[in-house]
T-cell receptor, first 114, second 112 residues
């Protein structure tokens, strides 16, 4: 099992550019989510999904879009990057949204917006 | 969403027990208490979770107060590898929100 795989690991963007952070899991987990972590801070929930075709907003959704067309993939899109979106992004999945399943995290994607 | 409160930082000597506290005074009956830790430059990893009863696993123990308004993560013998940020979060399975909300956590420093 690869677990939760995030790509790219590092990315530098210019203000106004768009990009997609990829997240894939091979554990057949129903629940997937995206967090951002600013330097020295905790994790803040951006968006989450309880299954294919179902997504919802977290604490800080503005500036980000998500979709969940398959169980395995949960991409995070930045439509017009801003310096305030410079952060480390973590994708996480869990076996079942209605149970107390533990979260499995990817290694993170470090994004710098100039 | 119910909130948790943790000390910003704690120190422990190597091979001594560590008790990491967490307050969650607004916890509801359907909130599970989860603990995660984040080693430097890594994503968080699951440590333990519980509802009402104390829980033990190979990594740690979780002691939950009788009124459930607080809990304590216990590392029985701290090692240098346990130096990390520890997060206490509430996992609500009853309200239909399905969110895992992290706070700022407790940074644990282990002294050799």
């Amino acid at each position: 099992n690869a677990g939760v795989t995030q790509t790219p690991k590092f990315q530098v963007l210019k203000t106004g550019q768009s990009m997609t952070l990829q997240c894939a899991q091979d554990m057949n987990h129903e629940y997937m989510s995206w967090y951002r972590q600013d330097p020295g801070m905790g994790l803040r929930l951006i968006h989450y999904s309880v299954g294919a075709g179902i997504t919802d907003q977290g604490e800080v959704p503005n500036g980000y879009n998500v979709s969940r067309s398959t169980t395995e993939d949960f991409p995070l899109r930045l439509l017009s990057a801003a310096p305030s979106q410079t952060s480390v992004y973590f994708c996480a999945s869990s076996p079942s949204w209605e149970r107390t399943g533990e979260l499995f995290f990817g290694e993170g994607s470090r994004l710098t917006v100039l | 969403d119910a909130k948790t409160t943790q000390p910003n930082s704690m120190e422990s000597n190597e091979e001594e027990p560590v008790h990491l506290p967490c307050n969650h005074s607004t916890i509801s009956g359907t909130d599970y208490i989860h603990w995660y830790r984040q080693l430097p430059s890594q994503g968080p990893e699951y440590v333990i979770h519980g509802l009402t009863s104390n829980v033990n696993n190979r990594m740690a123990s979780l002691a939950i107060a009788e009124d459930r308004k607080s809990s304590t993560l216990i590392l029985h013998r701290a090692t240098l590898r346990d130096a990390a940020v520890y997060y206490c979060i509430l996992r609500d399975v009853g309200s239909g929100t399905y969110k895992y909300i992290f706070g700022t956590g407790t940074r644990l420093k282990v002294l050799a």
